[in-house]
């Protein structure tokens, strides 16, 4: 019929994995490794969001080569960028005017650790992956999951590009594209927005605790020479948090006189006062951090959430017609800072048990059951199931959290009887009413900067005559209850900005300035009521990260 639009085209594979980032291209590069050792073809293909491999990949990093070292066994000599070897540990617990060093946790010890940018690793894992034989479609976002009618995973959808703000077709309009597998492995990496359907459809998450989530915010900055120490490694504890609040920083000193400088916040907290970018940008004015950025230049900004629930949070791993891996199961492990090497094990993990369920006929209805076996008898699974107690006793505040920490990983040895509990972060918030509201420095354009020239250094950008990604199940909730008890926390946990009440004809509205959004998923997460669903933009949207 005349204005219709034109039927989506399909192209089918053995395997589609949705995401690019490190589990999703272990998977991919696995898969075909396999297909050359065993002679039997397996055809794969990769779908990623971001404009190119990599743009959306966002971590401190300090880089453990464990996982690395199993699936590329020659890395170094094929140039895999691992250039700065760690060279020295340093935990600090700061006072609002003091640095007093404490000893570095044994999870922490980063002797035989690289610190990297993650996303020009995840570049070179793409082009491993490539050279390998797998396709990979950048610019494609994964809109919708598709279903064989026994309710079989079928393949996803990507979206439509070229529709306008009202959902309807525009002049260059193109349909979306059906990728078909016999398997489909959901790689989107934290919170992703189809992983989420298939927790509700299979009930994936029914006999896992809740997720939670940290906010990681990251600026990498060009210090001056004689302040750079090329391998060395901080983090802090302490302020600006207060003992109820869990957060920490981060300051890595690259190659290239380069410092990657971060601040991670639990969304557990509880004031809805508080602004995880004004905290961070607060932290960098201590006397003992400060020093470093003096007559240095912020050369890049970005933030995104990250799994911080462990081992008592990972869901059901399969499901019919494939599985999930990666940070989109929860693989972190948040004492030791790191999630990458336990993402690349899952994702080679499921590589293998979709391999010979391929090879061996069997019929993907029943899932991939031997990738979950296989998981738990790897190192992945000890090694999250040691430090499950970590994080959750940090709910009891920050110095009951640390002694028992240093009790579970000096005494215990990690092997305690019980495992605590986690509860979800949108359920965390107290009323504004009950709670001290946070008095933030203004910015002062040197090493303190606002959220609108932050996002600007993250070459974020988004077609501003599309559908909005980000979408309210009721429009009357941001100010009859957010506003009205929270005092609008959207307006603050927001990195980027695109959350601001504005005021019409004397009547407050929420206005979503989605352009400005960089993907961190924190509005899906943290929204009390939550009535926010982040989905996916066109392809090719929001940030383009260089070097981070």
Known sequence: MAGEAPERESMEFDVVIVGGGPSGLSAAIRLRQLSAEKGFEVSVCVVEKGSEIGAHILSGAVF????????????????????????????????????????????????????????????????????????????????????????????????????????????????????????????????????????????????????????????????????????????????????????????????????????????????????????????????????????????AYGARALNEGGFQSIPGLTFPGGGIIGASAGMMNVPKIKGSHTAMKSGMVAAEAAFEALRSGAQPSVGLPAYPKALKASWVWKELRRVRNIRPSFRWGFWAGLVYSALDTYLLGAWAPWTLRHHADHDSLKEAAACPQIDYPKPDGKITFDRLSSVYLSNTNHEENQPCHLTLKDAAVPVMVNLARLDGPEQRFCPAGVYEFVEEEGEKRLQINAQNCVHCKTCDIKDPTQNITWVVPEGGGGPSYPNM
């Not at 026994?150 to 959902?167: E, L, P, Q, S, Y």
């Not at 189809?194 to 990251?218: V, W």
């Open 64 to 299: 453990e080569p464990r996982a690395l070292d199993e699936l590329v066994p020659g890395w170094k000599e094929k140039g895999a960028p691992l250039h700065t070897p760690v060279t020295g540990d340093r935990f600090l617990y700061l006072t609002k005017s003091r640095a007093i060093r404490l000893p570095t946790p044994p999870q922490m010890n980063n002797h035989g650790n690289f610190i990297v940018s993650l996303g020009n690793l995840t570049r070179w894992l793409g082009e491993q992956a490539e050279a390998l034989g797998a396709e990979i479609y950048p610019g494609f976002a994964a809109a919708e999951v598709l279903y064989h009618g026994d309710g079989t995973v079928k393949g996803i959808a990507t979206g439509d590009m070229g529709r306008d703000k009202n959902g309807e077709p525009g002049p260059n309009f193109e349909p979306g594209v059906e990728l078909h597998g016999k398997y489909t492995l959901f790689a989107e990496g934290c919170r992703g927005s189809l992983t989420k359907t298939l927790f509700e459809r299979f009930g994936l998450d029914r006999d896992a605790d809740p997720q939670i989530y940290g906010l990681g915010i990251k600026e990498l900055w060009e210090v001056e020479p004689a302040k750079h120490k090329q391998g060395s490694v901080i983090h802090t504890t302490g302020w600006p948090m207060d003992s109820h609040t869990y957060g920490g920083s981060f300051i890595y000193h690259l190659e290239d006189n380069q410092v990657a400088v971060g601040f991670i916040i639990g969304l557990d907290y509880q004031n809805p006062y508080l602004s995880p970018f004004e905290e961070m940008q607060r932290f960098k004015t201590h006397p003992a951090i400060r020093p470093l950025f003096e007559g240095g230049r912020r050369v």
